[in-house]
Structure formats: C-alpha cells, structure tokens
C-alpha cells in the first residue's frame, strides 16, 4: 500500500517529537497483510527504532497494546512501547532487529530456533493472562473455515459446490470445530510462525525477559485451543519439514505442555496428535481462503507463491482422517490439477 505524503508527514513528525531528535532517517521496515506498516527510524545518535503507523479508520491500535503489555508481563520477548499516539494511529516501539526466523532456518540450525520458540510457547500457555481475550469459540473457527469455499474454492479455482457437496464441506467442518473446542483452551497467538519470530541481539536483551525468541504480530491473540500455536510453528505456511522432524519437535512439546500443567497427564501422545492435525487443518483451510482474498480483494500476489505448500498440508492431514475422505476427494476435484500459484483472469473480486 503506497504512502501518502500527508500520513508520512504525520509519522515524522510523530517520531521526531517522540525522538526529542531534530534530525532522522525514515526507511520502510516491513509491512503485514494488514493495513499495518512498520517504519525503521534512525536518530542523530545512531540509534534505531521502529514505528507502527496503523490508520485509526482502517486499525485498532487498543488490541496490539493490550495483548503486547500482557506478553510483556509474562516475562516474553515483545517490542517495549516508548511512545503512543492513539489519535493518529502511531506507535514508537524498541527495534528488534531485522533477522527473522524464515530466512535463518535450515536444517543445522531449525533444532536450536525452535528450541527457543517452544520454551517461549509453552511460558506463554503457562503464564500469559489470556482473560477477557476474544473467545476461538464456534461462531469465530466457522467463519475461518467459510473464507476457504468462497475464496479458494470460488474465486481462485471457479467451483461452485453443489448442494450435496455443501453437504460434505458442512460435515468435515463440523468434525474439524468440534476437536478443536474439545482442547484445553489457553492463550492463542495466531500466528506463531517463522516470519513473526526474530533472533534478538545479546545487546537488546532484558533481564526479566526470556531473550528469543522477540515476538512480533501478536494482536489477534484469543483464548482458544492449545495446539493452535504449534501448529502455526511446526506446520509453517512458509517452510515445510518433514514428517519425523515434526513428530519429534510436536511430542516433545506434548512432555514440556504436561510437565506445565497446560494440559492434564491423561492427554496421551494419540490424543495431541490428533487434535495437533485437526486445528492444523482448520488453520490452512482458512489460510487457503486468506491467501486468495488476499490476492482477488487486496491485490496482493505474493501469498499465492505459498499455496501449494498449503495445499500439501491440508490434503495429507486430511487424507490420514477416514471421516474426511469424502471432504478431500471433493477438494481434488474442484483442484482438477490447477496450478494453484496462477490466478484467475476471469475471477471477479
């Protein structure tokens, strides 16, 4: 999304009152599949910072606050808050750096990362106030599931459920909220993965707080199913390992979530698995239909370079479910072989 010069004028402005620097550099930092924008600001003293400019009519800024303040309190690696300006929808925030899971991990290294990333997992589950958090309830897992059929399934691939198949879809999704509301339920990142994780430089870190990972895109964290977050990691929409990788990583966290007392000692290895398997699937159905309106509403290309990959989650987890055949035969059909990282020209948004 372009920046227009009045809101960047705004932001320096912002910055440099926040600064007390007369003097600053601005360049762009990251930006999310939001309406949300990160900026790198360097003062006259060579120190950096990062601002977040949501627009107030596109962004509320209460939940990144509130959910940034609760992780900080618990003793997690999020960006310190040193200014805020609610009106206008900025935030002046510690800079974590730029070294970002994705692009650090590989096979040598993915036990030691996500090492960190599971230890921060589980202290969150453990010690994060998940009260008066948004409930992952029924009503909110449903509408997930529904953006798969209309984006992915009608807009992306042109395929249009007959009521019999509507049928199948309302049956697999059934089974797939039902597990997911059977888990004990604790605080839910949501997006706990690879590109929301940073190595934090010994020289950022705090006493108090768990150094790595820094922990960032934590505002639509909910109360909700305690396996979400591990799949969101283990099961990455953005790096694949294999199965006996994943396996090993998900039962030791199964040992650390008992140990804890997140779960209870009668959760066998079975069960977890399961119900690892079943949230995964809710989560890359839903990601299937965010990935697409990211494209046909948003104008977003990129997600779709990530498809197949999901693609390749969801028909393996479901293929390994007897109550989800049906479900996965309907889905290859509507795929009929399509490349899925080519768009459609005569998709209308």
């Known amino acids: 999304m372009a920046h227009i010069p009045e809101r960047m004028d705004a932001l320096r402005r912002f910055a440099t009152g926040a600064l007390a620097s007369a003097s ?18 360097r003062s006259a003293e060579n120190r950096t910072r990062i601002v977040m400019d ?10 990144w606050l509130d959910i940034g303040a609760r992780l900080r309190r618990s003793g997690l690696h999020v960006p310190d808050v040193l200014a805020v300006d609610r009106e206008r929808g900025f935030v002046l925030m510690e800079d974590l750096g730029t070294r970002t899971y994705l692009p650090e991990l590989t096979a040598a290294s993915a036990d030691a990362l996500y090492a960190d990333a599971l230890d921060a ?6 010690h994060t106030d998940a009260s008066g958090l948004p409930a992952y309830d029924r009503a909110l897992l449903v509408s997930e599931l529904e953006r798969m ?9 042109g395929f249009a459920p007959s009521c019999d198949e509507w049928d199948i879809v309302e049956a697999a999704f ?13 605080f839910v990142h949501r997006d706990y993965h690879s590109r929301n994780l940073l190595i934090v430089d010994a020289d950022t870190h705090v006493d108090d707080l768990l150094p790595n990972p820094g922990i960032i895109d934590f505002q639509d964290a909910v109360r909700g199913p305690v396996t979400y977050d591990l799949v969101s990691l283990l099961r990455d929409c953005y790096i694949e390992w294999d199965a006996v990788r994943v396996g090993t990583w998900m039962e030791s966290q199964h040992e650390r979530l008992r140990h804890a007392r997140v779960i209870g000692a009668d959760v066998d290895r079975a069960r977890f698995r399961r119900w690892f398997d079943l949230v995964g699937l809710q989560r890359h159905l839903k990601v299937l239909g965010n990935f697409t309106r990211l494209w046909y509403r ?23 479910y007897p109550q989800l055949d049906a479900f996965v035969d309907l889905l290859e059909r509507a795929r009929d072989g399509r490349d899925l990282t080519r768009p459609r020209t005569d998709a209308v948004a």
């Open 24 to 41: 600053i550099e601005i360049e762009p930092a990251s930006a999310d599949a939001s309406f949300r924008s990160y900026w790198r600001v």
């Open 54 to 63: 949501a627009p107030p009519d596109r962004e509320n800024l209460g939940p």
């Open 121 to 126: 997992l589980v202290h969150m589950q453990a």
């Open 149 to 157: 059929p209309e984006w992915f399934l009608g807009h992306h691939l």
């Open 174 to 186: 059934t089974f797939l909220v039902n597990s997911a509301l059977e888990q004990p339920q604790a």
């Open 298 to 320: 948003d104008g977003k290309p990129q997600y779709l370079a990530d498809l197949p990959l999901v693609w390749r989650y969801v028909s393996t987890v479901a293929r390994a």
